[in-house]
């Protein structure tokens, strides 16, 4: 499977490879990470300097109005449902947490609009807390043209890849797959004629683009 081999070259062809979308602080990253479900990172980055420049504490968040602040980021999708998450879980944040975002994957997977991946990674880039993988599109698709699995739920794919993935690499891979798989593993057809790991890849079937 080459495993070890496909994670170096990645490093060595995505060195700075990191999370992709802008925060200064753990709440920030709770808010953009929620925004970020099933939108491009552009979308969110371009979106949150105006609300982080308004709302600078869970307390703000939790006393916003619904209805402006589903305004305030209508260019994401399904801004109502986000809005009132962020809102919700901002609530919650003020009333057990003290307005602090909490560093266990248990505490923050049972706030509004943080599965897995997001409460993964608040935890990694919040923290320094690596726990899991977390499993974007980018990683499902590549993790699967590679042969690392089989599956297509993301909660099975990332049992996976934590097993043949060494731990030390568990913050990164995630990024560095999204690298490549923007680069040149696109969806739906990718690039293997210009792929470092061309050699490496079983392509699962794929149809190459040359």
Not at 36 to 45: F, G, H, L, P
Not at 92 to 120: F, H, Q, R, S, W
Request: hydrophobic fraction near 40%; proline fraction near 5%.
């Amino acid at each position: 499977m080459n495993v070890d081999k496909v994670i170096e070259l990645l490093k060595n062809n995505y060195p700075n490879a990191k999370y992709y979308l802008n925060f200064s602080n753990p709440l920030e990253l709770m808010v953009a990470a929620i925004l970020s479900a099933q939108i491009r990172d552009e979308v969110v980055n371009a979106t949150t300097p105006k609300i982080f420049s308004k709302y600078k504490t869970a307390k703000d968040y939790a006393n916003a109005d619904l209805k402006e602040f589903t305004k305030e980021i209508s260019a994401v999708t399904f801004a109502g449902m986000k809005a009132k998450n962020i809102i919700n879980a901002c609530k919650i944040l003020v009333e057990k947490y003290n307005g602090k975002i909490p560093d266990t994957m248990e505490e923050l997977i049972v706030l509004p609009g943080i599965g897995n991946k997001t409460a993964a990674t608040i935890m990694i880039n919040a923290y320094g807390i690596v726990t899991s993988i977390p499993v974007d599109t980018h990683c499902i698709r590549l993790s699967y043209r590679l042969g690392w699995t089989k599956n297509k739920n993301p909660d099975k794919i990332e049992q996976d890849l934590e097993k043949i993935v060494p731990k030390e690499e568990w913050a990164k891979i995630a990024y560095r797959l999204k690298a490549h798989g923007r680069a040149v593993c696109k969806a739906p057809i990718p690039y293997c004629s210009k792929c470092f790991l061309d050699s490496l890849c079983p392509k699962n079937g794929v149809t190459k683009h040359y």
